[in-house]
């Protein structure tokens, strides 16, 4: 069965640092992946969403990156801020599916 | 304001006890999905609707019942709650289908004892 693999321990990261994070997939072959940052006790809110056919996307001081042949999505934040902190969670879809998969998150802590 | 609406955010209930948890959405969206989120786990579709009047199951469609009657509104209902049931859910809408950029509600805290 698919499954999608987001680092399960906290990222502790110093303000004003790059903050990656990683979003590894295995027997699945999305044609997009989208990424969520959800605060403690919120939904999920949208952020980002890459295409098979791109290799880079950005907005403002975040960028994710997709490489099919490894499988994996890279999001990084730069010049992280204490405002930052969250969970970020990765979705895959459709790949075959009517239906978006989602990883189980990375908490992200910014330390001023 | 565009959003996801879900009552109630907390309930504590018991086993056996009927409830049902609403879910409403201003966007005039086709889909709506239900999910709950379990630590380590990740968000787990329960039930998803494609239009009003079509409904199918998702992941984890065991406990659960949904409607689909309004355009606007998706119901999660638990017929006969158990503790394995104690879970956070969201209800999520999308207007380009269950692959597509999905709006969360805020979430429902239910603990069943």
């Known amino acids: 069965s698919q499954k999608i693999e987001q680092n399960s321990e906290a990222l502790n990261i110093q303000e004003g640092k790059t903050a990656t994070l990683t979003c590894n997939y295995t027997?699945?072959?999305?044609?997009?992946l989208q990424w969520y940052r959800q605060d403690p006790g919120r939904g999920p809110v949208f952020l980002l969403l890459?295409?098979?056919?791109?290799k880079e996307k950005r907005k403002e001081r975040l960028k994710v990156t997709f490489d099919t042949t490894l499988k994996q999505s890279l999001f990084h934040i730069t010049a992280s801020q204490p405002a930052d902190s969250a969970t970020y969670l990765c979705?895959?879809?459709?790949?075959?599916?009517?239906?978006?998969?989602f990883g189980a998150g990375t908490r992200l802590a910014v330390h001023p | 304001e565009a959003q996801v609406t879900q009552n109630p955010r907390y309930l504590i209930t018991v086993t056996g006890k009927k409830l049902t948890v609403t879910c409403s959405q201003n966007?005039?969206?086709?889909?709506m999905s239900w999910y709950r989120q379990d630590p380590g786990l990740g968000l787990r579709q329960i039930y998803y609707?494609?239009?009003?009047?079509?409904?199918d199951k998702g992941d984890v469609p065991e406990g659960y019942k949904v409607s689909r009657k309004e355009k606007r509104n998706f119901p999660l209902i638990l017929e006969s709650p158990s503790p394995n049931q104690t879970s956070l859910y969201f209800c999520?809408?999308?207007?380009?289908?269950?692959?597509?950029?999905?709006?969360f509600g805020e979430g429902s805290r239910l603990t069943v004892l």
């Open positions: 027997n699945y072959s999305p044609a997009y």
């Open positions: 890459i295409r098979e056919n791109e």
């Open positions: 979705a895959l879809g459709p790949g075959g599916y009517n239906k978006l998969i």
């Open positions: 609707s494609m239009n009003v009047e079509v409904t």
């Open positions: 999520a809408s999308s207007s380009s289908g269950g692959t597509g950029e999905l709006f």
């Open positions: 966007m005039n969206h086709e889909y």
